[in-house]
Each structure stands twice: as structure tokens, then as C-alpha cells.
Nanobody
Framework: VQLQASGGGLVQAGGSLRLSCAAS????????MGWFRQAPGKEREFVAA????????YYADSVKGRFTISRDNAKNTVYLQMNNLKPEDTAVYYC??????????????????WGQGTLVTVSS
């Protein structure tokens, strides 16, 4: 499956952005999906994940209550709605696909396919 992330940009602290990740190739509903991010000089970290059906979601503590992951299997797209953004949310955001089977996972090594990343910059 090929993944294309979009929607990044520059926003002031307290603002909102919605990231999208469009998938092509194999059946989108065969995959749990995740969002990860990598800030300058830091390791890539888990942000959020959603099951293939959309029925289960999981968030990093740092974004819980501010970010919402969702998906539209008819459009082969997963979204990350980001509200109340903070300067520490500045990072390149990546979407990733995990072939479903078992629980959704925050472990990046378990994701099989990755998008190219989209940059989110939050100014103070």
C-alpha cells in the first residue's frame, strides 16, 4: 500500500490543523493505521492509532484530549485532527499502515508501510 500524507503547515499556538493520509494499492480496510511524528533532533514517536474498522483508537498521553484520529474506508483516507496545538507539537508527521491482526499498536517497528511525512510547525 502507498501512503501520501498532507495537510501540514504553519499555525499559531492554540490553533488547529487536520492532516490527511490517502492510501492506494491493497485494500485499505486490511490495515490498522497510525500517526507518528519526529521533532528536530529527536526520535520518532507514536501519536495515535486506529483499528481497521475505526472502532478502536489509541493515543499518546501527550496528545490525548487534543488530537483525534479517524478514518473513512470509502475514501481510503485516515485523518488526524489536531486542536489546541502547542510549540512542542512541531514535527514531521508520518502516517503508517499495520496489517491488521491483534490489537492496534504504538510500536513503529510493527508498521509495514510509511508515508513521506508532512511538516507541522507551531509558533508561540
Amino acid at each position: 500500500v502507498q501512503l501520501q500524507a498532507s495537510g501540514g503547515g504553519l499555525v499559531q499556538a492554540g490553533g488547529s490543523l487536520r492532516l490527511s493520509c490517502a492510501a492506494s494499492g491493497r485494500a485499505f480496510s486490511a490495515y490498522d493505521m497510525g500517526w507518528f511524528r519526529q521533532a528536530p533532533g529527536k526520535e520518532r514517536e507514536f501519536v495515535a492509532a486506529i483499528s481497521w474498522s475505526g472502532g478502536t483508537t489509541y493515543y499518546a498521553d501527550s496528545v490525548k484530549g487534543r488530537f483525534t484520529i479517524s478514518r473513512d474506508n470509502a475514501k481510503n483516507t485516515v485523518y488526524l485532527q489536531m486542536n489546541n496545538l502547542k510549540p512542542e507539537d512541531t514535527a514531521v508527521y508520518y502516517c503508517a499502515a499495520h496489517l491488521r491482526g491483534g490489537a492496534i499498536t504504538p510500536r513503529e517497528q510493527e508498521y509495514h508501510y510509511w508515508g513521506q511525512g508532512t511538516l507541522v510547525t507551531v509558533s508561540s
